[in-house]
């Protein structure tokens, strides 16, 4: 496994927004990010849908202007990785509070206490939150990347620990029906 770290704004730089390209559910006249979540109750791993507060806006920023954008939050720092075909990570605990945007491969999350799982595609809509970190969850989740390519992961952690403000939309990873399009 290949990774390494390097500060938030030289990824920027040099890729493009992942929320631009991804799911969003509308909302009246406003479009908003759907995202699964892996979290936590009462000590427990849990998969939840969130939609993120703030909707979509048009961007007014040179080479992007006229297109939807949305502000994830701030950030930390980020990490790239390179997991080899067929990877088992095991069962862990998000070590902190952050986005994993998979840009390629296919991963499968798994909790050990339950039979929530979800599949999740690299690329556009390989975007989750990873939230259940040792305080709040004692269990962790199983993630496992069966594919036979490589799978590229970026970890974008927030800054402070704060998640993003949020609507949990039901139990479970968002369906594909709420991440469709913007």
């Given amino acids: 496994m290949l990774k390494l770290t390097f500060p938030l704004t030289l990824l920027l730089s040099i890729l493009p927004n992942p929320a631009l390209s991804l799911s969003s559910a509308t909302s009246s006249s406003s479009s908003y990010l759907n995202i699964t979540s892996i979290t936590g109750r009462n000590r427990v791993s849990v998969l939840e849908c969130w939609q993120l507060a703030s909707p979509f806006a048009t961007s007014d920023v040179p080479g992007v202007a006229g297109t939807a954008a949305l502000g994830l939050g701030d950030f930390a720092n980020g990490t790239y990785t ?47 939150y990873a939230d259940d970190t040792a305080d709040i969850s004692a269990w962790g989740h199983i993630t496992r990347y069966p594919g036979n390519d490589e799978t590229v992961a970026l970890a974008i952690p927030v800054k402070d620990g704060v998640n993003p403000k949020h609507t949990v939309l039901h139990d479970g990873p968002c369906t594909m029906g709420e991440g469709a399009g913007v």
């Fill in 82 to 128: 390179v997991l080899p075909p067929r990877f088992d990570g095991g069962l862990h605990n998000a070590p902190v509070k952050q986005y994993v945007w998979f840009v390629s491969g296919l991963i499968h999350l798994s909790l050990p206490n339950a039979t929530a799982e979800a599949w999740v595609h690299g690329g556009k809509y390989g975007l989750i």
